[in-house]
């Protein structure tokens, strides 16, 4: 007998409620919009004409001709970030052939519909591309819909991993929101050397302990093969994220590349989409699937497992692609109420391998849904009544087929994955930061108690640049807070400044009382340090940050919520907002090329979004 559901937190019921009624304008419009799309006819392509179909179809095999020409077979979008550079987008080169190979086998076509740009922070990490990043998932986004835009397809498979390809992904999805989605990942790599490990020789590179040669085996040893990078940050929060949001097959999250399973999982996800569109018999539209239930679920998530970050403009935007308005607020609230169940690198030692082999999101998900943390009642390409609670099941293979098996009743390691009974925290330890500086998030999950409190001197800096020189001149020996300005999404892209981690762990290990304060962003993959990022309004737009001077007293406050510059009153209405040359970040790297999304992107908290408004 199936499980009745458990009632629902009356919080997580009252944000929802809150977000439902703030979103009902854009939402019902959203709906609208793409219920009429899907009222085309009985495949997508039968609105086009002679010419239109046979540009479409002259390369395809001629079984698959005769499909496509007879308009009575459901045809399958491939949207994939492959690359070969990448270890985590390396393994989708051979997903398209499973794709269409499983989709034959149900009556289905499949064609690779477009690729979109996947780059890796990790490479860029420190460097002028950085500066692409955040834009790059609005490249995807719009690139998505270049390749849906032909009317040939009815139903979408995104393959993607990482930071900004699985946002911009999904928000190119939603603009076709009338056809079925799922998105199909291509796990994370074998674990190597751990995270705790890596970081440690990061931070004695930065402190001249260790030189390039010994810096560069510790890193080939962390990231050896492919698949995704094993600590959990952005990459791994985006596969959380489709699973917890009823995107992915259950349990398909964190399997392995270039396993019997990985394939097996990629074959179903074809015959399961087909099964989605409207020639079959469960049409489900991906823009029905992503509602404010489903948003609310991807928030908990976040909470429940130390997310990204990131996921403060993300989601905010995926959620916004949808007709769905939320802001930090959500995030504050729904945080206060989730409890902490997994640690997993930066939040613990263990990596997202541990995490899946302890029983990973099928375990988590069970536990917030049995604590009514979870709204059970969504739709999910897994179909069916049970809603949610078909992921509360791991993927197995009977001979060349999955078969879906309960979790099992504990944890393989409790402490890696807990319980809501024993949380490790009894909240989700991301906050936003409230004060005369504006509005900011910050991680606390991996930051120390003791450390969540810092009241120093400002030293403003321009650029990362600037902060790491300073300390090479030994000039950082002391407690401070180190305000980075002029990093947000208008002034430079709002690069993630990740290379500041191990510098300023090194401060805070030598006992000085550090934090970073900057209306730039952090890694997934930060928390040693109070981090007090997406600082909005951002300097360049004229947020109160630019009005900090040198040696002024900034108390950043993580448990009360509070950031402040300790100005009396009467001082800081006088001042003025700082301003700076910017030119130099306009050009190189392409970053000329950029001009149009700097213009026209949005604050942090609005998701930093190019498009304007949906």
């Not at 559901?5 to 979103?23: D, F, G, N, W, Y």
């Not at 809603?387 to 944890?411: H, K």
């Not at 991680?443 to 790491?468: G, H, M, T, W, Y």
């Not at 109160?544 to 007293?553: E, S």
Request: proline content about 5%.
């Amino acid at each position: 007998m199936a499980k009745s559901p458990t009632p629902l937190h009356p919080q997580l019921h009252a944000v929802t409620e809150r977000i439902r009624l703030r979103s009902a304008a854009t939402r019902a419009a959203y709906l609208a919009r793409i219920d009429a799309a899907g009222q085309a006819g009985p495949v997508e392509r039968s609105a086009l004409g002679c010419t239109n179909l046979a540009h479409a179809y002259a390369a395809a095999p001629a079984a698959d001709k005769i499909w496509l020409r007879q308009q009575r077979t459901a045809n399958l979008a491939i949207v994939s970030a492959y690359n070969d550079m990448l270890s985590a987008h390396q393994p989708l080169a051979e997903f398209p052939e499973w794709i269409k190979e499983a989709a034959r086998e149900v009556g289905a076509t499949a064609q690779f519909a477009g690729g979109v740009p996947a780059m890796c922070d990790g490479v860029t990490q420190g460097k002028a591309g950085m500066e692409l990043s955040l834009f790059s998932r609005d490249v995807i986004a719009m690139s998505t819909a270049v390749a849906l835009s032909h009317n040939m397809f009815d139903a979408t498979l995104c393959l993607g991993v990482c930071d900004k390809i699985v946002p911009g992904l999904l928000i190119g999805a939603l603009s076709f929101g009338h056809l079925p989605t799922v998105f199909v990942p291509a796990g994370p790599m074998t674990t190597g050397l751990s995270n705790d490990d890596k970081a440690k020789v990061r931070q004695r590179y930065a402190a001249g302990e260790v030189g390039q040669d010994e810096l560069l085996a510790a890193e080939e040893k962390a990231y050896h093969g492919p698949g995704t990078c094993t600590f959990y940050g952005t990459a791994n929060s985006n596969q959380m994220l489709m699973e917890i949001m009823g995107l992915h097959l259950p349990g398909s999250a964190f399997i392995h590349p270039h396993t019997p399973l990985r394939e097996a999982l990629t074959r179903e996800a074809a015959r399961r989409v087909a099964q989605l569109t409207r020639l079959g018999n469960q049409y489900t539209p991906v823009g029905h699937v992503i509602d404010e239930r489903a948003v609310v679920n991807g928030l908990v998530g976040l909470m429940a497992t130390g997310g990204s970050t990131n996921h403060t403009l993300h989601l905010v935007a995926m959620a916004r692609a949808a007709g769905i308005v939320i802001d930090w607020d959500d995030f504050d609230a729904i945080s206060a109420i989730t409890p902490l169940l997994a640690r997993v690198y930066p939040n613990g030692k263990a990596d997202v391998n541990h995490f899946h082999a302890a029983g990973g999101m099928a375990f988590l998900i069970r536990e917030l849904l049995d604590a009514g943390l979870l709204h059970e009642d969504v739709k999910t390409v897994a179909g069916g009544a049970e809603g949610l609670r078909a992921y509360t099941r791991q993927p197995q293979l009977e001979g060349d087929r999955v078969v879906w098996v309960d979790v099992p009743a504990l944890s393989g390691d409790p402490t890696v994955v807990s319980t809501v009974a024993a949380p490790f925290s009894s909240d989700g330890g991301l906050r936003v930061l409230k004060g005369n500086l504006g509005r900011s998030v910050i991680k606390v999950s991996a930051v120390k108690p003791e450390n969540r409190v810092v009241e120093a001197p400002a030293i403003l800096f321009n650029d990362q640049s600037e902060l790491i020189a300073a300390y090479k001149r030994g000039e950082l020996n002391r407690d401070f807070v180190a305000i980075v300005r002029f990093q947000g999404p208008s002034a430079n892209g709002m690069p993630e400044l990740h290379s500041l981690t191990p510098t300023l762990a090194n401060l805070q290990d030598q006992g000085h009382k550090v934090a970073l304060v900057t209306d730039g962003r952090m890694s997934g993959a930060s928390g040693k340090v109070p981090a007090a990022i997406h600082v909005t309004p951002e300097v360049k737009a004229g947020g109160p940050l630019g009005k900090v001077r040198n040696g002024d007293l900034i108390l950043l406050d993580a448990e009360a919520g509070t950031l402040d510059a300790v100005v009396p009153a009467a001082e800081w209405a006088t001042r003025t907002v700082d301003t700076a040359d910017l030119s130099a970040n306009w050009h190189g790297t392409g970053r000329e090329l950029f001009g149009g999304f700097r213009r026209a992107v949005t604050g942090a908290e609005q998701g930093a979004m190019s498009f304007g408004e949906f």
